[in-house]
């Protein structure tokens, strides 16, 4: 994804606001997470499209921080669920418990009643456990003895992986995988701006007071909501429909995957395009767009053949050259 442009004059006027707040809030948010603005751009894509984020990165590049500050910048509740062997799916969800004083069982809710959830490691867990996280992600809500209790709106799953250490892992299977609408990485910074890292933290910064470092609300709830219907208005013209069906169904017969993206994968690009050309300025989607989203919608959905690994192919150059084969519509 590419830095914003300026507004042009399609953008519908009940979402300018929306736009401009949002835009404000990566600003906001870079003030204390250095480099980071594709992955801020992703989370924000993704809380205009009501979908979910897997975050990969080694340990130390400022995930934790960066979903507390979107959450802060936002003013958005925010829990951090760290995901263990021993975590039961009631941890996640709530659960029952008997009440001595009234002799009756009250709901007791889990940490998933809240609007961002950062779900660390979840590959840490067992399947039972990434299952419940997994059915709350998809209906929203959570049901306990046959009623059902919907989860608060805005309400987004942001879980992390470590991408080098696998020892005593329990991976997602591709369906569980699939749920996720992008898997965004978060890189190490660049010499400049670990340099600026270290220059805030010498300043006095404490990454436990975001207050203090100047954080606060610059966007809402009702602002995501208008931007949802402003992107819900972005125009797709045909030949971009047919280029995102191509480019998903080339990946289903390129040589180097034995999993290509399903018909859900080209749903997620279709929204995740519309969502981005929106924040862009514009009320349409141009191949552009879809090019600048494939990767990090389609990464997640596609699986190697062990051969190709072994010959060190990665997903993402793989994408890449779909992209470069699939003729681009003008």
Not at 105 to 122: C, H, K, Q, S, Y
Not at 141 to 152: K, T, Y
């Amino acid at each position: 994804m590419t830095e914003a442009v300026a507004v042009q004059d399609s953008v519908p006027a009940d979402g300018q606001h929306a736009r401009e707040a949002l835009t404000r809030l990566r600003t906001e948010v870079a003030k204390v997470v250095v480099g980071q603005d594709a992955v801020v751009s992703g989370l924000v894509i993704a809380l205009l499209c009501r979908g979910h984020v897997l975050l990969e990165g080694v340990p130390g590049v400022a995930k934790t921080l960066l979903i507390r500050t979107l959450s802060l910048a936002l003013d958005l509740s925010t829990k951090r669920l760290q995901f263990t062997p021993d975590l039961m799916p009631g941890d996640v969800t709530g659960s029952l418990i008997f009440d001595n004083r009234t002799s009756a069982f009250t709901f007791r809710e889990g940490p998933v009643f809240t609007n961002l959830l950062l779900a660390d490691e979840i590959n840490r867990t067992p399947p039972k456990t990434q299952s419940a996280l997994l059915e709350v992600m998809e209906e929203r809500q959570v049901s306990v003895e046959g009623e059902a209790r919907p989860l608060p709106d805005p309400f987004i799953v942001a879980a992390t992986q470590n991408p080098i250490e696998y020892e005593g892992t329990y991976p997602l299977p591709e369906a569980q995988l699939d749920r996720f609408l992008l898997k965004l990485s978060v890189p190490l910074p660049s010499r400049d701006e670990e340099l600026g890292v270290l220059r805030a933290h010498h300043a006095g910064f404490d990454p436990r007071d975001l207050k203090a470092a100047g954080i606060g609300p610059v966007a809402g709830a009702a602002d995501l909501a208008a931007g949802r219907a402003a992107v819900q208005r972005v125009g797709v013209a045909e030949g971009v429909l047919a280029y995102i069906v191509d480019l998903c169904r080339a990946t289903r017969t390129s040589p180097s995957l034995e999993l290509g993206a399903s018909p859900r994968g080209a749903t997620a690009l279709m929204a995740t395009a519309k969502a981005w050309a929106w924040l862009l300025g514009r009320d349409y989607v141009t191949p552009d767009d879809v090019k600048s989203l494939a990767r990090p919608t389609l990464r997640h959905r596609v699986r190697l053949r062990p051969e190709a690994a072994l010959e060190g192919v990665t997903v993402d150059a793989v994408l890449d050259s779909v992209l470069a084969t699939v003729p681009t519509p003008r």
